[in-house]
């Protein structure tokens, strides 16, 4: 039976890790013993030491989905030459005979870790080969991308629940470094994780100092910012709401002699990467980008990070945030802020497709069952991203299925009827997306201590205001905090109570104030509830744990 003793030997053995941190063993401990675990730790905790210390224990192959090729490739790459592990990925940028030699390197010894997509594992060849081979241990990074409430939500992940079940539900390992309450829930859904070990550690990042700018222009902001980014000092991060931003302001700050690029998706892939490097190995020192950058940075010395427009939820905002200081020197995170660009990231949540187009999409399933995405795809003279949304939508509401053999429909609804419901799903889920922008604002806005409120969304508590803070500078924190948590405040609900409202149904408490409760509900979102309405009309109940 392994110990937590012999867990820390291979950590510091085969590893050269001379201590794990808190949550890391406890991690390693449940996959070990068979059960699955969702893992949340921000950017630089050392979450892949899970998996690798794991797998490592275990023996036999090691699964991890990664979404992205570069990061697939970092991984492989420190395995095999850090650390001496048999480590292959297996992605759309190999050659047929380097798939067939890295295939050959999986099956050939006792311990491999093998990287893949979930477009790879989307294959039903790739997946018969490593349920003939045996999987160990199923490790699913980035795992807020399986979550529909998730800030990164990626169609592809929504098949891996089915897939650890045809390879025999191995022990589960699911790693992501931001995800609130509705999303953890969500997650261990969606994957099918049996009794899962549930961690959150680490989100206090003290040496990141919290700043929100406020302005009343655009002119203004912009000024702003771009004098913050010339009078920084170390290499940072520059976040923008669009890609015509992001090369303005690369522009800018070239012109003013420093080197800085811009990096957005519609770039080309060349481009992006030669960023990407030169930023990583310190021959850039600012990228100006969308929230297209950031997946894989493994960057331990940026200084700072500046939001030029407020993101779309908390979840995005503290990641990016979280590339800041991973050396445990002291950086700064600035938000520039104006109410207005409330609206644009409100204009970004997803609209709702037309009923007619989710019709025309389910009665060609409900013809043609077992149908592929593609086939789908062509029948309808429609591009595969817009087909892989309507399909998400509809599987969604369960309507649809979605298995190795292809799409089919459940049950025998009429075309017009699954619209109609799909519609409804829909507009939940956009409800769901502005009231994540909301949340922003109140970040925005707050007079309390800044970490405070990041950590409450997170479910974490601070005992006090951090004083590293604009608002804990100010006084202002101090004030807010001396007052909520005075003797006569009110008793309410506790933080991840259950409850259900008189007129938006179920939902779990996020947040609690003295005179107001921060409640996400399954259909409407987040909703900042008045502590005495609550009261006074009885609006809340406490469901069974």
């Not at 570069?70 to 790459?77: E, I, P, S």
């Not at 609900?493 to 409640?519: C, L, N, P, Q, S």
């Not at 979102?525 to 744990?545: C, D, H, I, M, W």
Request: charged content about 25%.
């Amino acid at each position: 039976m392994t110990t937590d003793t012999e867990i820390a030997t291979v950590a510091r053995d085969a590893f050269g890790w001379a201590r794990l941190r808190e949550g890391q063993i406890e991690a390693v401990r449940a996959p070990i013993f068979g059960r699955d675990v969702l893992a949340v730790m921000p950017t630089g905790y050392g979450k892949s030491a899970v998996y690798q210390l794991a797998g490592t224990l275990l023996g036999g192959v090691t699964v991890v989905v990664s979404p992205l090729i570069a990061l697939q490739d970092d991984q492989v790459r420190s395995l095999r030459e850090v650390h001496g592990r048999t480590a292959v990925a297996i992605n759309s940028s190999l050659s047929d005979r380097e798939t067939e030699s890295a295939w050959m390197e999986v099956g050939g010894g006792e311990q491999c870790f093998v990287f893949l997509s979930p477009e790879q594992l989307a294959k039903p060849s790739v997946v018969s080969r490593l349920a003939a081979l045996g999987v160990s241990l199923f490790t699913v990074d980035e795992a807020h991308c399986v979550s529909s409430w998730g800030h990164d939500f990626r169609p592809d992940y929504l098949a891996l629940g089915e897939i650890i079940e045809q390879l025999g539900h191995p022990p589960v390992v699911a790693l992501t470094a931001t995800g609130s309450g509705p999303v953890r829930t969500d997650i261990v859904e969606r994957l099918g994780l049996r009794d899962p070990l549930v961690l959150a550690r680490g989100f206090d990042r003290p040496n990141i100092r919290l700043e929100v700018e406020r302005h009343e222009s655009e002119d203004g902001k912009r000024r702003a910012v771009m004098r913050q980014v010339m009078d920084a000092t170390g290499p940072g991060l520059v976040y923008v709401a669009t890609r015509a931003d992001a090369e303005r302001y690369a522009d800018a700050l070239q012109a003013q002699g420093i080197r800085a690029d811009a990096y957005h998706a519609g770039l080309p892939d060349a481009h992006r990467e030669d960023v990407h490097n030169r930023f990583t190995d310190g021959t850039l020192d600012v990228v100006v980008a969308t929230s297209a950058f950031g997946m894989g940075i493994d960057k331990p010395d940026v200084r700072f990070v500046v939001h030029e427009a407020v993101t779309d939820s908390i979840d995005s905002y503290y990641q990016e945030v979280g590339r800041a200081g991973r050396d445990g020197m002291g950086s700064l995170a600035t938000l520039h802020y104006r109410a207005e660009d409330l609206g644009l990231r409100t204009f970004f949540a997803s609209g709702v497709p037309s009923k007619e187009s989710i019709a025309r999409l389910y009665a060609a399933v409900k013809k043609s069952p077992s149908i592929s995405l593609a086939d789908l795809a062509n029948r309808l003279d429609l591009s595969a991203r817009t087909c892989r949304g309507l399909v998400n939508l509809l599987e969604e509401a369960e309507l649809l299925t979605s298995t190795t053999a292809g799409l089919s429909a459940v049950g025998r609804r009429s075309p017009a009827t699954a619209a109609r419901i799909a519609v409804q799903q829909a507009e939940a889920q956009h409800r769901v997306e502005k009231s994540r922008v909301q949340m922003v604002r109140g970040y925005a806005e707050t007079l309390e201590c800044r970490r405070i409120f990041l950590l409450g969304y997170f479910g974490e508590d601070l005992p006090s205001p951090c004083g590293n803070c604009d608002t804990c500078s100010d006084g202002i924190a101090y004030e807010e905090f001396t007052r909520e948590h005075r003797d006569d405040a009110p008793a309410t609900f506790a933080i991840d109570a259950r409850v259900k409202h008189t007129k938006w149904g179920a939902g779990v408490v996020m947040r609690v104030e003295d005179d107001r409760i921060t409640v996400f509900f399954d259909d409407e979102g987040y909703k900042v509830l008045s502590v005495e309405a609550v009261q006074q009309n009885r609006l809340l109940t406490l469901l069974p744990a």
